[in-house]
């Protein structure tokens, strides 16, 4: 494996148990992928294993467009589909991923749009919904589906199901997927709290999306959950395997 891919997959590494650590983690359920350099297909985390175990680029296997397993030990999870048809249609995105957070899943179920209680809501433009009557997304009709929901946004929920978040770059993804599941939370925060809500109206969030929704404040963020990654794993007295 080349340096530099086994570099970005051990970042792709870090970035499942960033997001065990916040709430992302559902078992042994939840995958992420990272596109490959060579156009081969795009690299997934292997099957089995929980987000919080994984940890370098040995737990990531090579899969085609077709869901064959090219290289890499261990297995393929069986919604691949969802990372293949949305990397097909975006060639933008870099990053995928799959994840059944428990307030961005609860808001799933609900046909109302994700509200800008706070400026959490305002990290999205908007938030699609996807909804399929199968628990797996396992076909390639099914990925394609969802990719269509998708569109160009970020993040789309899965109704009843789970959260798809992606992004041209591991950070970018990473801090989507957990922007979106602090806003489903204070979303249904402030709508249990009764009473009538005041909005900003749509001009105002478009501004306040423009000033927070930066690559300074993804860096920022990034470096922010990474330093409590280390700091947990250091409390606990794990090795900390990067710098």
Known sequence: MAPDLQAKLDQLARACRILEMEGHG??????????????????LKRNAHGLG?????????????????L?????RHSEWPIHSQILLAR????????????????????????????????????????????????????????AQALGRLDAVLMANHGVTFCGPSIEHAVCVGLFLERAARLHLLGASAGGQPLFPDAP?????????????????????????????????GQERLFS
């Open 26 to 43: 559902d078992m042994t359920l939840g995958h992420l992928s990272l596109r490959d350099p060579q156009e081969r297909g795009y690299w």
């Open 71 to 75: 290289e890499g030990e261990g297995g």
């Open 91 to 146: 060639p933008d995105v870099q990053v995928v991923a799959h994840t059944h957070p428990p307030h961005a899943s609860v808001l799933s179920a609900f046909a109302d749009p994700l509200q800008p209680y706070t400026l959490d809501a305002d990290y999205f433009e908007a938030v699609a919904c996807h909804r399929d009557d199968s628990a797996l997304l396992k076909t390639r009709e099914q990925g394609r589906a969802l």
């Open 204 to 236: 105002t969030r478009a501004r306040r999306r423009a000033q927070i929704m930066s690559p300074v404040h993804i860096e920022h963020s990034w470096n922010y959950f990474s330093r409590k990654l280390d700091w947990l794993a250091a409390q606990r």
């Open 53 to 69: 175990e994984i940890v370098s680029h040995r737990d990531f296997v090579l899969v085609d467009h077709e869901g064959n397993k």
